[in-house]
């Protein structure tokens, strides 16, 4: 089998779980003996570029000829079974479906955010959850809060963009929603469910889980969106010393938070970014892993790296959080859902019930992204840390284990080369 990967890899200066995902994902289909032709461009070329490259990147969002040059040569010359793509902006361009269709090659698409509504992406602006744009034809309200980049003009370029593919878009052949609830977001689009199937992402098999540590571990960019300030509010409420230590890794714009809690509190560290090994100590060191998003976070990987090393999650209930924790019951196989969960977790010294305002799913906790919601939580999930860290590394095994996740991709694959939907 011959695949096109096609991506644009987003800075490297900026960390990115999306191109961390790509190159594993390349990886893992090559060891399994795909065939794998990158298409790959990158935003670091931008600033190398010619005078009159750069002239043409306001439209290359919309359509971008040299990308569909060099596409349409790759598609003639090495005739693939089928184009997979990712992010397409700004270099590449949603026009690559139509010349993928032009040339007879089906394609898929791994949705890792909200782009084909959202300008920013993310469904977030100004401390809160939007969907300002939603079901409109043009995305005004983008352009009027500079939602891309900061900039009145890019966002109405983008949003122009979205406007102008929404027929693109909707001409995948296949969808790849890494969890069930991005399958909700394209089916809310107008894509029919036969189109969409819901395959997460992978990380490496770290391999038998230590035992487990004490405490928490947040894990994730220091940015509004991520919560952190939601669990520095939530961690105050409780006495100092009385839940273990709080450890917190990453780096960002909230960055000053997490330095003056480290500063007034013994019972909070700050790790920094850390590189791959200083991740693994950190996850074995830990009992529990915090999600805190304030966002429909689509798929944070820090939640399959926990349950990878055997580490429930406690998150809050938004996005693809309680999907990965086995917390949307319907989507569970029986004898896994919260009334079975609740019994083992009792049984581990979790408590007899759960207090109000808490889900139990089979590898964590989700709550409402409110301090007092989390605060509550945090006792219960320290408690209940040992009852569910077999049940972590278990779903691991069977949802998230790169040998799973490669079977279906290379399956969606072969489904699509037998029966293009675009013929």
């Not at 609740?342 to 906790?365: D, F, R």
């Amino acid at each position: 089998m011959r695949i096109v990967v096609a991506h644009n890899r987003y800075r490297e200066a900026q960390p990115s779980g999306e191109n961390t995902i790509v190159d594993s994902e390349i990886a893992q289909l090559t060891a399994a003996g795909v065939e794998v032709l990158p298409f790959i461009r990158s935003s670091d070329e931008i600033p190398s570029m010619s005078k009159a490259a750069k002239a043409l990147l306001p439209i290359s969002p919309i359509w971008a000829p040299r990308a569909q040059h060099d596409l349409s040569r790759l598609l003639t010359e090495h005739r693939p079974d089928v184009l997979h793509l990712h992010n397409p902006y700004p270099l590449i361009s949603p026009w690559v479906v139509r010349t993928a269709h032009r040339h007879g090659v089906p394609v898929v698409q791994t949705v890792h955010n909200y782009r084909q509504v959202c300008s920013s992406g993310i469904y977030f602006r100004d401390g809160v959850i939007c969907q300002d744009c939603k079901g409109r034809a043009l995305g005004v309200p983008a352009i009027k809060h500079r939602c891309y980049r900061d900039s009145a003009v890019q966002s109405a370029l983008m949003a122009t963009t979205l406007a102008v593919h929404r027929g693109t878009w909707r001409s995948v052949d296949r969808y790849i929603a890494l969890t069930s609830a991005i399958a909700d977001h394209l089916r809310d689009y107008g894509i029919p469910d036969e189109r969409i199937v819901v395959k997460p992402n992978s990380v490496p098999d770290p391999g038998r889980p230590a035992p487990l540590g004490d405490g928490f571990l947040y894990m994730a960019r220091l940015s509004p969106e991520k919560g952190v300030d939601l669990l520095l509010d939530a961690w105050r409420r409780h006495p100092v010393g009385s839940l273990g230590t709080l450890r917190v890794a990453g780096d960002g714009e909230l960055r000053h938070l997490v330095e003056a809690a480290a500063a007034e509190r013994p019972d909070v560290v700050y790790l920094g970014q850390l590189d791959r090994a200083g991740v693994q100590a950190a996850v074995e060191a830990s009992a529990v892993v915090i999600a805190a998003a304030m966002w429909h976070d689509v798929l944070p990987t820090v939640i399959i790296e926990a349950l990878a090393n055997g580490r429930p999650v406690l998150g809050t209930a938004l996005g693809g959080i309680p999907y990965l924790v086995g917390a949307d019951a319907p989507h569970e196989p029986a004898g896994t859902g919260p009334a079975e969960i609740a019994s083992a977790v009792a049984g581990g010294g979790g408590g007899s019930a759960m207090p109000a305002g808490i889900g139990l799913g089979e590898a964590g906790w989700v709550v409402a992204p409110e301090p007092a919601a989390l605060a509550a939580a945090l006792p219960v999930a320290r408690a209940g840390a040992s009852g569910l860290a077999l049940a972590a590394r278990a779903r691991y095994e069977r949802t998230f284990h790169p040998d799973v996740v490669t079977k279906q991709l290379i399956d969606i694959y072969a489904g699509l080369a037998r029966t293009p939907n675009h013929v």
